[in-house]
């Protein structure tokens, strides 16, 4: 699988986020995906996981109210929206695919990566 994040660059504060991740490779529509940042000087964190048929989704406890993922498998195409952006989800994110069925937490579980894109977001 092949991924390919888009939609990154700067925002404005309190605007919303739309990102995209394009995969390519037969196995896209029954990967869990997920969407990571990472924060300068921080680790990269998992925000959101979805599984092939968006009946298991996970969102990270502080972003939960703001932000949704959802997937178009007839696509290959994975979406992030965050929305009312503040400047500390100022990051490069990262969508990534694991090789199994069940949703995981840490970046060693997922086996590919897009490159990321950055999200600046200026007060």
């Known amino acids: 699988v092949q991924l390919v994040e888009s939609g990154g660059g700067l925002v404005q504060a309190g605007d919303s986020l739309r990102l995209s991740c394009a995969a390519s490779?037969?196995?896209?529509?029954?990967?869990?995906m997920g969407w990571f940042r990472q924060a300068p000087g921080k680790e990269r964190e998992l925000i959101a996981a979805i599984n092939w048929d968006e009946t298991e989704i996970w969102k990270h406890a502080s972003l939960r109210g703001r932000l949704t993922i959802s997937r178009a498998n007839d696509k290959n195409t994975v979406y992030l929206h965050l929305a009312t952006v503040k400047p500390e989800d100022t990051a490069v994110y990262y969508c990534a695919a694991t090789s199994g069925s069940a949703l995981e937490f840490f970046p060693s579980k997922y086996a590919y990566w897009g490159q990321g894109t950055q999200v600046t977001v200026s007060s």
């Open positions: 490779g037969r196995t896209f529509s029954r990967s869990v």
